[in-house]
Nanobody, 125 residues
Framework: EVQLVESGGGLVQPGGSLRLSCKTS????????VGWFRQAPGKNREGVIC???????FTQDDVKGRFTASRANDNNMVYLQMNSLKPEDTGVYYC???????????????????WGQGTQVTVSS
């Protein structure tokens, strides 16, 4: 059974940083595409950064230069380092895995079927 547990969210001031973690189990992380997604109030879920072991990494334009994703396959962990946070980064952040996602859809949330409970990130002064 695929299990995902996100953590590390919280309230942070604009310009601040947070590091999110996703503890995974039930699948071979090293072989899977894994992505970070977020959902702001009243908006659709969107891909933030998605990593493929075969096709590289896709990063949404809005977070380029500010967010970095990484994975520690040996520990079954996925991370999202978020710097220079803005109020528009506010939302619930999720990680999600899939054994295969076409490169052109790598960060499309509809390609993923297993989700954790998410972790809330609020950027506000």
């Amino acid at each position: 059974e695929v299990q995902l547990v996100e953590s590390g969210g919280g309230l942070v001031q604009p310009g601040g940083s947070l590091r999110l973690s996703c503890k995974t189990s039930g699948f071979p992380l090293y072989a899977f595409v894994v992505g970070w997604f977020r959902q702001a109030p009243g908006k659709n879920r969107e891909g933030v950064i998605c990593m493929s072991p075969r096709d590289g990494t896709f990063t949404q334009d809005d977070v380029k230069g500010r967010f970095t994703a990484s994975r520690a396959n040996d520990n079954n962990m996925v991370y999202l380092q978020m710097n220079s946070l803005k109020p528009e980064d506010t939302g619930v952040y999720y990680c999600a895995p899939d054994p295969y996602v076409p490169i052109e859809k790598m960060c499309g949330p509809y390609e993923y079927t297993n989700w954790g409970q998410g972790t809330q990130v609020t950027v506000s002064s």
